[in-house]
């Protein structure tokens, strides 16, 4: 499919490419949060009529090349044309996708199985704000057309992501969940994972030099560098001397580069700054970018964090590694009962 019978038929998108259906908010097959449930396209793998075709069979119903194309695109960042991906790439994005479909396919059998349903008026929603995004009904329309959708086989999409949503959420919600104790408990016997390593805080003058420049261009480069540690030496105030004159990202700032841990700068500037005291000013330094002048601001020690700095996010952390190895069981659990078909 080329930009221009993507634009056709008064879609309106500017960027031709793909046309997301957005701003709507469903539950994914995956996850207990929100996510966008997106209908898009972009360039065409296979031809629109192949998008009746089946492509994988779930214990007797069959999911459509039409979803894993939807599915392929969700995979395939924005920016990308399906042309631009190499077909061992896609081979692997396919088969992502076929899964994804698959599990979902899976859930929402067990959903239905256990007399999980939805309310019209949900599905309804969603449905609306795709209308909604969309300066007449008939681009709507258009856009379901062109994906190989009716309106009734994207509510049903849209029902299958809510079924296995509700299926996730009463089987895992409160396994998943742990008490303070529970992440106290782990904090102890992990300690050693808990600490804030050493950070510095420098402020940094770079006068940059190319790595094609000549010797005489570096000596000129290296003799600007030299004078302006001169004037900080003098007592120039070294923030606005930064500003004035270095020549990266930071002068903005002063040359404040931030507090940082080591490994995060380059290694000569983190082999001065073992050398400095707080408040002193390096000698000349050369890297590969050119000549730095540091100077050391700020020092914080290596430290054990307390579990209240943690808490947190060490309870995110472990609820989420619990729910996805607890999802994984109950989809490995369908798959060895299901009767699966990929074609």
Do not use: W
């Not at 989809?331 to 009962?337: C, F, Q, W």
Request: one cysteine or more; aromatic letters at 6%.
């Amino acid at each position: 499919m080329s930009k221009n019978n993507i634009n056709d038929k008064g879609v309106g998108m500017k960027n031709g490419i793909r046309i997301l259906l957005t701003a709507i908010l469903v539950l994914s097959f995956y996850t207990l949060s929100a996510t966008r449930y997106t209908l898009c396209f972009a360039e065409e793998q296979k031809p629109e009529s192949a998008l009746n075709e089946i492509a994988v069979s779930v214990n007797g119903e069959n999911i459509l090349e039409a979803e894993v194309k939807m599915a392929l695109n969700r995979l395939i960042p924005a920016s990308t044309f399906h042309g631009r991906v190499s077909s061992e790439k896609m081979e692997e994005l396919r088969k992502s996708a076929l899964a994804s479909l698959i599990e979902g396919e899976l859930l929402y059998q067990e959903g239905k199985r256990r007399g999980i349903s939805v309310k019209k008026s949900e599905v309804k929603e969603v449905v609306d704000k795709n209308k909604a995004a969309f300066k007449k009904k008939k681009d709507f329309y258009n856009a379901l057309e062109k994906m190989g959708l009716t309106e009734e086989s994207f509510k049903k999409l849209i029902e299958k992501g809510f079924v296995a949503r509700d299926l996730l959420k009463q089987e895992l919600e409160d396994k998943i969940k742990l008490s303070e104790a529970d992440l106290e408990d782990y904090y102890n016997k992990n300690k050693g994972k808990f600490f804030s390593p050493n950070k510095i805080r420098l402020r940094e003058i770079l006068i940059g030099v190319s790595p094609t420049a000549t010797q005489e261009e570096r000596e000129e480069k290296k003799k600007k560098a030299e004078d302006l540690l001169k004037k900080i030496k003098a007592g120039g105030d070294f923030a606005e001397l930064a500003y004035n004159y270095s020549e990266d990202d930071f002068r903005v700032k002063g040359g404040d580069l931030g507090m940082s841990h080591k490994g995060r700068l380059l290694p000569e500037l983190e082999e001065e700054a073992e050398s400095l005291n707080i408040g002193e000013v390096s000698g000349l330094i050369e890297t590969i970018s050119g000549y730095h002048i540091i100077k050391l601001e700020e020092q914080e020690p290596a430290r054990q964090l307390a579990f209240s700095e943690v808490k947190d996010s060490l309870k995110k952390e472990l609820e989420s590694r619990r729910y996805n190895e607890a999802k994984e069981a109950i989809i490995k659990s369908l798959k060895e009962k299901a009767n699966i078909k990929i074609y």
